[in-house]
């Protein structure tokens, strides 16, 4: 079946300016032609903007904003979660996202999750599935990992987490926020360690994620050759160098803070003092690196507290609101978290003969990123979804 978009702006991300006033044509999985003429018996849909479908390159699918994620994963079956995570993956649909990275979930949960998806069985974007993650024995989320010491553990780690069908590895470098007993600054896995890991995974032609907040974990897991830093909240000249020199990408997930902050109370202690901590530093790292040219990709920890799946486009704002353009905003959400997660070339961008992944906004989030909010129709590989 053809389907024509009538749009009033069109954001291709090719370069250049947007298109206005045309007409998309789909037919099938693919985007057949971009111009003013709506084919005889093809389908017609009125878009005011229409945008890439966007990517979020860092989301935790089985939680959904609740306050204590360890104890929600200790005290829920895996049952209940993979419930959960399919009714959040339809919530990231919804909210315009068409690809994400999860990047870090229990058991094989994300790996089934993007089979299922893939095969029409559940509704949701297309995942790439990190599976467990990995940390030192004790280190950041545990609760969810796989805790591997030393370089021969962690190559056999790496190998079966490739083995389950992880698209990419995530491995922790540094203490987190939502795990109590570890400070965020302290640095976890070694470099030795780390090392192992990117050698194994790159060797496999898949990408490594680091969980990096304190400045020398960052600076250990850059130099071990990781794809992309998450969180990055104490970044100094040297990191940003390193940056630079690897082409690692940042994934500064700023809702993570953002949501945690708007809700100190709620949280348990630990994290309470945590977030203080790292807040403003956060912030300022994001700046420093948007200064610098770092390249960054958009990705919220969705899943984390109060940081729920169907409020992607807060990260665009706070991105916006810390310094970014509308225009850099919007390519960190689509193809520039495409390339920082390894995806084909041609997912983030919008032209002829290629996969029609898409989502109708109302309003031109150019003029006000808020707009990206605002989602009323989402398109995976030809296949339309209303949103009301
Ligand atoms: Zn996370």
């Given at each position: 079946?053809?389907?024509?978009?009538?749009?009033?702006?069109?954001?291709?991300?090719?370069?250049?300016?947007?298109?206005?006033?045309?007409?998309?044509?789909?037919?099938?999985?693919?985007?057949?032609?971009?111009?003013?003429?709506?084919?005889?018996?093809?389908?017609?849909?009125?878009?005011?903007?229409?945008?890439?479908?966007?990517?979020?390159?860092?989301?935790?699918?089985?939680s959904s904003g609740e306050s204590n994620a360890m104890t929600l994963t200790i005290l829920t079956t895996p049952t209940q979660r993979?419930?959960?995570?399919?009714?959040?993956?339809?919530?990231?649909?919804?909210?315009?996202?068409?690809?994400?990275?999860?990047?870090?979930?229990?058991?094989?949960?994300?790996?089934?999750?993007?089979?299922?998806?893939?095969?029409?069985?559940?509704?949701?974007?297309?995942?790439?599935?990190?599976?467990?993650?990995?940390?030192?024995?004790?280190?950041?989320?545990?609760?969810?990992?796989?805790?591997?010491?030393?370089?021969?553990?962690?190559?056999?780690?790496?190998?079966?987490?490739?083995?389950?069908?992880?698209?990419?590895?995530?491995?922790?470098?540094?203490?987190?926020?939502?795990?109590?007993?570890?400070?965020?600054?302290?640095?976890?896995?070694?470099?030795?360690?780390?090392?192992?890991?990117?050698?194994?995974?790159?060797?496999?032609?898949?990408?490594?994620?680091?969980?990096?907040?304190?400045?020398?974990?960052?600076?250990?897991?850059?130099?071990?050759?990781?794809?992309?830093?998450?969180?990055?909240?104490?970044?100094?000249?040297?990191?940003?160098?390193?940056?630079?020199?690897?082409?690692?990408?940042?994934?500064?997930?700023?809702?993570?803070?953002?949501?945690?902050?708007?809700?100190?109370?709620?949280?348990?202690?630990?994290?309470?003092?945590?977030?203080?901590?790292?807040?403003?530093?956060?912030?300022?790292?994001?700046?420093?690196?948007?200064?610098?040219?770092?390249?960054?990709?958009?990705?919220?920890?969705?899943?984390?507290?109060?940081?729920?799946?169907?409020?992607?486009?807060?990260?665009?704002?706070?991105?916006?609101?810390?310094?970014?353009?509308?225009?850099?905003?919007?390519?960190?959400?689509?193809?520039?978290?495409?390339?920082?997660?390894?995806?084909?070339?041609?997912?983030?961008?919008?032209?002829?003969?290629?996969?029609?992944?898409?989502?109708?906004?109302?309003?031109?989030?150019?003029?006000?990123?808020?707009?990206?909010?605002?989602?009323?129709?989402?398109?995976?590989?030809?296949?339309?979804?209303?949103?009301?």
């Amino acid at each position: 079946m053809t389907l024509a978009i009538r749009f009033g702006a069109l954001h291709h991300n090719t370069g250049g300016e947007p298109r206005y006033n045309g007409v998309l044509v789909i037919e099938g999985e693919r985007i057949a032609a971009i111009g003013t003429d709506v084919p005889a018996g093809a389908r017609v849909l009125e878009a005011a903007c229409v945008v890439p479908g966007l990517i979020n390159a860092h989301a935790h699918l089985e939680s959904s904003g609740e306050s204590n994620a360890m104890t929600l994963t200790i005290l829920t079956t895996p049952t209940q979660r993979a419930y959960v995570a399919a009714g959040n993956a339809r919530k990231t649909l919804e909210a315009g996202v068409t690809t994400i990275r999860e990047i870090g979930a229990t058991g094989t949960m994300s790996i089934d999750l993007r089979d299922a998806i893939a095969s029409g069985v559940a509704l949701g974007p297309a995942i790439l599935a990190a599976g467990r993650l990995i940390c030192m024995t004790g280190g950041h989320g545990w609760f969810i990992a796989d805790e591997t010491d030393g370089p021969d553990e962690m190559r056999k780690t790496v190998r079966r987490n490739l083995k389950r069908g992880a698209d990419c590895i995530k491995v922790i470098a540094t203490g987190g926020v939502l795990s109590p007993g570890v400070e965020v600054g302290s640095s976890q896995l070694d470099p030795d360690e780390l090392e192992v890991a990117v050698r194994e995974a790159h060797k496999a032609d898949r990408r490594v994620a680091a969980h990096a907040i304190g400045n020398q974990g960052i600076k250990n897991a850059l130099r071990a050759g990781v794809d992309t830093i998450e969180h990055g909240c104490y970044l100094d000249d040297e990191a940003i160098k390193l940056f630079k020199k690897t082409g690692a990408a940042y994934v500064p997930t700023l809702c993570a803070p953002h949501f945690l902050h708007e809700h100190l109370d709620e949280v348990p202690d630990y994290a309470r003092r945590k977030t203080e901590q790292v807040y403003e530093a956060h912030r300022a790292s994001f700046k420093r690196a948007l200064r610098a040219g770092v390249t960054i990709a958009a990705g919220t920890d969705a899943g984390t507290p109060f940081n729920r799946h169907e409020l992607y486009a807060t990260e665009l704002a706070l991105m916006v609101a810390l310094g970014m353009s509308t225009e850099q905003a919007l390519h960190a959400a689509t193809a520039g978290a495409a390339a920082a997660a390894g995806l084909a070339a041609e997912t983030g961008v919008l032209e002829e003969g290629m996969s029609a992944d898409l989502i109708a906004v109302d309003g031109d989030p150019r003029k006000d990123i808020k707009a990206t909010s605002r989602v009323r129709g989402v398109m995976v590989r030809g296949a339309f979804t209303s949103v009301a």
